[in-house]
Each structure stands twice: as C-alpha cells, then as structure tokens.
T-cell receptor, first 111, second 115 residues
Framework: AQRVTQPEKLLSVFKGAPVELKCNYS??????LFWYVQYSRQRLQLLLR??SRESIKGFTADLNKGETSFHLKKPFAQEEDSAMYYC?????????????FGKGTKLSVKP | SAVISQKPSRDICQRGTSLTIQCQVD?????MFWYRQQPGQSLTLIAT?????????ESGFVIDKFPISRPNLTFSTLTVSNMSPEDSSIYLC????????????FGSGTRLTVV
C-alpha cells in the first residue's frame, strides 16, 4: 500500500545552518511527489513538486527511487522558514489521482 | 492558480448535531477533494466530489456520515453528521489547479471541535 513517512516530528536548527527534512515513500507505481508548507495561521501551499525540479525559496528536493526518498533541503536556513512541512505522494486509483500526506515535520529556525 | 474560500474557519459544536462546511473556488474545476486532519495525524482523503455525479468515498468514510454536495463546478459542501468528539479535526477542501507546475491548492481549513 502507498505510504509517506516523515520520521521527524520536529526539526530545530539555527539560522544559517543547513536543513534537511526527510521523506520516504512506499508506492508500487511511478511516484509523483510534492512538498507542501504551512506557515503559522496560513493555508497549506505547494512548495515544490519533483516533476518541475524547481527551487522554491532556496529549497530543493531530489527524488531517489533507489532509496524511495524525497528529502527536502536548504543550504542556509532562515527564520522565516519556520513552518510545518508535509511531504505528499500522488497515487492513482483507476483514472483518479489522489494525494496522501506524511504526518508533517515542524521546522523551527532559531536566531 | 485557483483560489479557494472555505468557511467556517472554525466552529465548536455539540455532539449529535451536524455542521456543513462550504468551499467556493474562483474558477471552474472538475474535481474537488475533501480531507481531514485529526490531531497528531496526517491529512486523510475523505472523498472526491465530481460535479453531476455522486461523490467517491475513501475506505472508512461513508455518505451517511459525510454527505457531500457538488451543485456546480465552483462550489461544494461537506457535512459532518451526528458529530461526536472523535470528529474534532481540521477539514480541508482542495482542487487541482490545472497548472502542471502548481499541483493542488487548498482551502484555509475548518477547525471543528465537538464537545
């Protein structure tokens, strides 16, 4: 069955330090993966998706099919990066695509 | 990308009552998705609402408990019926933006507390 695992509930780093938010997935098909971010009191929003291979707000994520991972990275964390981050997997049942989310990782960037 | 207006943003309800959550999208979309996030858990898909047909429910969710309406291509409602404290969650609606770069967009969520 499809599954998304974010092993860290909370990740705390200092400003300027590198950050890596881990995401592992389980899916028998060809994965389509996303990272979503939710800043305090704001709606959930898409941060990036592996298909577009964009770098948003300095974040990147590489799909590693061998390790079934899609870790989110940023070389130098900023205080405004503090938020909840959700990794999500698109899976297809019939012709319909659905999203399954990990439990989320709370990133806290300290000054 | 599509903008979703979801309401109410929060509510406190008595057990045994029902609450209807509304989602309005600023553009026409084929499918609308309803999610639930229970405390400490990940987002879970409740159902997919297509305009002009019955909603498709995920395992563990039934129409009697979560009836959904989809009267047109820009609007949907989710009702949480005969509520119990276990229904206390954040409920989110979501649509596909149609833009391959931007994936899905989400409403701001409805925080429901059942007492």
């Amino acid at each position: 069955a499809q599954r998304v695992t974010q092993p860290e509930k909370l990740l705390s780093v200092f400003k300027g330090a590198p950050v890596e938010l881990k995401c592992n997935y389980s899916y028998s098909g060809s994965p389509e993966l996303f990272w979503y971010v939710q800043y305090s009191r704001q709606r959930l929003q898409l941060l990036l998706r592996h298909i577009s291979r964009e770098s948003i707000k300095g974040f990147t994520a590489d799909l590693n099919k061998g390790e079934t991972s899609f870790h989110l990275k940023k070389p130098f964390a900023q205080e405004e990066d503090s938020a909840m981050y959700y990794c999500a997997l698109m899976y297809y049942g019939g012709s319909q695509g659905n999203l399954i989310f990990g439990k989320g990782t709370k990133l806290s960037v300290k000054p | 990308s599509a903008v979703i207006s979801q309401k109410p943003s929060r509510d406190i309800c008595q057990r045994g009552t029902s609450l209807t959550i509304q989602c309005q999208v600023d553009s026409q979309v084929t499918m609308m998705f309803w999610y639930r996030q229970q405390p400490g858990q990940s987002l879970t898909l409740i159902a997919t609402a297509n305009q002009g047909s019955e909603a498709t429910y995920e395992s563990g969710f039934v129409i009697d408990k979560f009836p959904i309406s989809r009267p047109n291509l820009t609007f949907s409602t989710l009702t949480v019926s005969n509520m119990s404290p276990e229904d206390s969650s954040i409920y989110l609606c979501s649509v596909e933006t149609g833009d391959p770069l931007y994936g899905y967009t989400f409403g701001s969520g409805t925080r429901l507390t059942v007492v």
